[in-house]
């Protein structure tokens, strides 16, 4: 039986393109209350377990071998990157600044990086579901 979650090895590597496009995000300043005073929180500091996700589902689309069970890991996979951003949005503050979880002070810190890589998360969950094998 052949391993891999793919049919073809070009949609693995499509998949490992949009994985590396939607990483490129973290590269980008997330938040600041001030910028000149404060400086910036990157997202390469908020975004590690992102990337621990994204790679974890990369290795298991090249050695499972296709069914439910190995897409439904790669799907929970890919969409901890997004909730993980999420969570980072409304909790990045807590512990060093403001000591409360608040909607307003997320909003008004969130830099326009943020909302980019937000929606680079979700472009290798697309490309998974359009390329991932049909089901025998």
Do not use: N
Not at 119 to 133: N, Q, R, T, Y
């Amino acid at each position: 039986m052949q391993k891999g979650v793919f049919a073809q090895k070009k949609h693995l590597e499509w998949f490992a393109y949009a994985l590396a496009v939607s990483f490129c995000g973290l590269c980008l300043p997330w938040f600041s209350f001030d910028p000149q005073m404060t400086g910036y929180q990157w997202g390469i500091v908020q975004g590690i377990p992102a990337v621990v996700a994204g790679m974890a589902a990369l290795k298991l689309c090249r050695t499972l071998t296709p069914g439910r069970a190995a897409w439904g890991a790669i799907i929970l996979l890919l969409l901890f990157m997004p909730m993980w951003y999420v969570f980072r949005f409304f909790a990045w503050h807590y512990m060093t600044i403001t000591g409360k979880i608040s909607l307003r002070l997320s909003l008004e810190a969130a830099q326009p990086g943020f909302y980019v890589s937000l929606g680079l998360s979700l472009v290798p969950l697309i490309v998974f579901l359009l390329c991932k094998k049909k089901e025998a």
